[in-house]
Nanobody, 128 residues
Framework: QVQLVESGGGSVQAGGSLRLSCTASKFVFFNCMGWFRQAPGKEREGVAAIDSAGRTTYADSVKGRFTISRDNAQNNLYLQMNSLKPEDTAMYYC???????????????????????WGQGTQVTVSS
C-alpha cells in the first residue's frame, strides 16, 4: 500500500511563507496530485492540483499566493505558500490518484472521492 507523507507545516505570522512537501512511500505513477485543507468546523476544500503534464489549478482564495509543483522522477509534490493569511490556517492534506482526471479541471470541483491516496496531514497556523 502506498502511503503519502506530508511535511513542512508550522506556525508563521501573517505575510510569511511555508513550503509543504509530500512524498510517496514507493514509486507509483500518479496522474493527478493535489493539496486539500480543512479548518476546524469546516469542510475539506481543494487548494491546488496538478496533473502529470504539469497543468495546474488553484482555489480562488490562494491564486497568486500559492504555487503547486511536482517532481515526477522523485514522486514528490510541493506547495509553496507565500503571503500567508490567518484564514489559511488549517490541516493540509496531500492527495494523489493514478487515474486521469474526469470532469472539470478546476480544484473547486475535486472531491475527496476523486483521490485514492491521502496523507495524514500537516498543520499550518498563521497568526495575525
Amino acid at each position: 500500500q502506498v502511503q503519502l507523507v506530508e511535511s513542512g507545516g508550522g506556525s508563521v505570522q501573517a505575510g510569511g511563507s511555508l513550503r509543504l512537501s509530500c512524498t510517496a512511500s514507493k514509486f507509483v505513477f500518479f496522474n493527478c496530485m493535489g493539496w486539500f485543507r480543512q479548518a476546524p468546523g469546516k469542510e475539506r476544500e481543494g487548494v491546488a492540483a496538478i496533473d502529470s503534464a504539469g497543468r495546474t489549478t488553484y482555489a480562488d482564495s490562494v491564486k497568486g499566493r500559492f504555487t503547486i509543483s511536482r517532481d515526477n522522477a522523485q514522486n514528490n509534490l510541493y506547495l509553496q505558500m507565500n503571503s500567508l493569511k490567518p484564514e489559511d490556517t488549517a490541516m493540509y492534506y496531500c492527495a494523489a490518484d493514478r487515474r486521469p482526471r474526469v470532469g472539470h479541471w478546476h480544484v473547486r470541483y475535486m472531491k475527496k472521492a476523486d483521490f485514492s491516496y491521502w496523507g495524514q496531514g500537516t498543520q499550518v497556523t498563521v497568526s495575525s
